[in-house]
């Protein structure tokens, strides 16, 4: 049994998802398991808000390296939620 907080496992902070709050989105890293319905349930639970939209985006993983050491990075998994008007999330005070 999954929790909310099992679903989403931080908030982006960038520059293109500060830019995205303006238009009411927010941007979270999820689990790479967690579906679009599991994601909007978790934020309207959690914040207390409104979703009316939510895409995912997957990012493969990189191959890397650091002082000649080679690495990947791993998978990432971001969900971009559209909030409902008159809703809003402020990402960087927390839960």
């Given at each position: 049994m999954t929790t909310h907080y099992d679903?989403?496992?931080?908030p982006?902070?960038?520059?293109?998802s500060t830019r995205l709050s303006e238009t009411n989105q927010v941007v979270f890293r999820?689990?790479?398991?967690a579906t679009k319905p599991q994601i909007a349930?978790?934020?309207e639970t959690l914040f207390?808000?409104?979703?009316k939209a939510v895409n995912t985006i997957v990012?493969?993983?990189?191959?890397?390296?650091?002082r000649g050491k080679r690495f990947y990075k791993s998978d990432v998994k971001k969900a971009i939620v559209t909030l409902a008007e008159g809703h809003q999330i402020d990402v960087t005070t927390g839960l």
């Open positions: 679903v989403i496992l931080s982006v902070i960038t520059e293109k999820v689990t790479k398991d349930k978790a934020v207390k808000v409104k979703v990012t493969k993983g990189k191959q890397k390296a650091f």
